[in-house]
């Protein structure tokens, strides 16, 4: 087994995925040849969390500690620098897999038991390829006995062309939301203030110099109800994501803290069920109740580049 787990390999309409067990992980996503998000090699070990699932919760809880359930509970603080612990508890668990034809992938674990958050919860991931380009749907079922916190995202890296140092400053981003965190020195949040200034991308316009590593909600679905955040070219050309209303969020980063070639060379742009630090603030947390189900889903797709790519 290489170091990201086990492989699978999915066509269908132009597109191809390559999606690794460990992390239920989008390794690589191209339509027709071209890279829709930051790829890495089959051995490689994931890097910057590229492409992984999230859950029980994304992003950050502060110290690890949270009260749910008037209990209090202490998780493993795995950022330690800043004192966080950080996109939950499967970017490195190994999920069967099962792969029932060349378009679909179901992969599945569970999260067991374990101090700070004891809960059994099974979770499912399905990967499907289309004319829509990727969709990824996730399940997740209480097995225990009391109610679970419970929330889930996922952090593909989109490129609207070669993911070389600085590539995103010449990138264009479009983001319909109408609110955006506040974050400490920490990166927790501490606030919410309407979009503005160097904020707001509900206009398509270039990332240029700005630091981006901020959650956004307030957004704006188009008239079929889906919303739709992208990263494009000068001519149009790139990648989008399209969320539905499981998923309030998105967290858009733009890699600043990697280095060398990885410097600014893609853009996170990560479908949330709930925001930053939700443990601890209970905001839009799911309470899944004994024996209950969520599903929270979203796709990846091409845009631009006429038939070089999947058309608008």
Do not use: K, M
């Given at each position: 087994m290489s170091v990201p787990g086990r492989a699978f390999h999915l066509v269908d309409a132009g597109y191809e995925a390559h999606v690794m067990s460990v992390g239920a992980t989008l390794r690589r996503l191209t339509s027709r040849g071209r890279d829709l998000v930051l790829p890495f090699e089959a051995a490689q070990v994931r890097p910057a969390m590229s492409g992984t699932l999230l859950a029980p919760w994304p992003?950050?809880?502060?110290?690890?500690?949270?009260?749910?359930?008037?209990?209090?509970?202490?998780?493993?603080?795995?950022?330690?620098?800043?004192?966080?612990?950080?996109?939950?508890?499967?970017?490195?668990?190994?999920?069967?897999?099962?792969?029932?034809?060349?378009?679909?992938?179901?992969?599945?674990?569970?999260?067991?038991?374990?101090?700070?958050?004891?809960?059994?919860?099974?979770?499912?991931?399905?990967?499907?390829?289309?004319?829509?380009?990727?969709?990824?749907?996730?399940?997740?079922?209480?097995r225990s006995g009391s109610p679970a916190p419970f929330g889930v995202g996922g952090h593909p890296y989109l490129l609207a062309g070669l993911p070389e140092e600085r590539a995103v400053d010449a990138w264009f981003l479009e983001v319909p939301a109408e609110r955006v965190l506040t974050t400490d020195e920490r990166r927790l949040p501490v606030g919410e203030v309407a979009v503005a200034g160097a904020l707001d991308f509900r206009a398509r316009r270039p990332v240029g110099d700005v630091v981006l590593d901020r959650s956004f909600t307030g957004l704006r679905a188009g008239p079929d109800g889906f919303v739709r955040v992208r990263v494009t070219d000068a001519g149009g050309r790139g990648a989008e994501l399209v969320l539905d209303h499981r998923c309030p969020w998105v967290h858009v980063y733009s890699a600043d803290l990697s280095t060398?070639?990885?410097?600014?060379?893609?853009?996170?742009?990560?479908?949330?069920?709930?925001?930053?630090?939700?443990?601890?603030?209970?905001?839009?947390?799911?309470?899944?109740?004994?024996?209950?189900?969520?599903?929270?889903?979203?796709?990846?797709?091409?845009?631009?580049?006429?038939g070089d790519a999947a058309s608008d």
């Open positions: 992003n950050r809880v502060g110290d690890g500690r949270y009260v749910f359930g008037g209990a209090t509970h202490q998780l493993d603080v795995n950022e330690v620098d800043l004192g966080n612990a950080t996109h939950g508890l499967v970017a490195w668990s190994d999920f069967d897999g099962h792969q029932d034809g060349p378009d679909h992938v179901r992969l599945t674990t569970t999260i067991e038991p374990r101090p700070g958050y004891p809960w059994c919860v099974d979770l499912s991931v399905d990967l499907t390829l289309g004319e829509s380009g990727l969709r990824q749907e996730v399940t997740a079922v209480n060398g070639a990885a410097h600014r060379a893609a853009l996170a742009v990560e479908p949330l069920t709930c925001p930053p630090d939700a443990f601890r603030s209970g905001r839009d947390l799911i309470g899944l109740a004994p024996g209950a189900s969520t599903t929270a889903g979203w796709t990846i797709r091409a845009v631009g580049g006429g």
